[in-house]
């Protein structure tokens, strides 16, 4: 019986350890990196108009949603880029607590 139990957690270990890797295989090649490409464009654009002097940015404002959106940008965008980070981070903490746990 203690070899089974000891198999069991020797299997358990592997199990769970491949698991975390995928994950976060999977998570950094999904949704982390779909937003890093278009994170860097939209920080261009901000940059961009924040270069503009006040009568050009008066002058772009023609639409008032893109108004809203450029004044709003570093908010929402940067908020949901530091949302996807802090799940990356938290899959890589489970995965060391894990291999710490397991030592």
């Known amino acids: 019986e203690d070899d089974y139990l000891e198999y069991l957690v020797v299997a358990s270990k592997a199990r769970i350890i491949l ?8 998570y950094a090649s999904g949704p982390f990196t779909t937003w890093w490409i ?6 261009l654009w901000q940059e961009t108009y924040n270069t503009f002097s ?4 008066k002058e772009s404002r023609t639409d008032s949603q893109k108004a809203i959106w450029t004044d709003t940008f570093p908010n929402s ?9 802090l799940v990356l981070l938290m899959f ?5 607590t894990v291999v710490c746990m397991y030592q």
């Open 77 to 85: 965008v940067a908020w949901t880029y530091s949302l996807l980070c």
């Open 38 to 43: 278009p994170f860097d464009l939209f920080v």
């Open 19 to 26: 698991g975390y890797v995928t994950l976060i295989l999977l």
């Open 54 to 57: 006040d009568e050009e940015k």
């Open 92 to 96: 890589i903490l489970g995965l060391v």
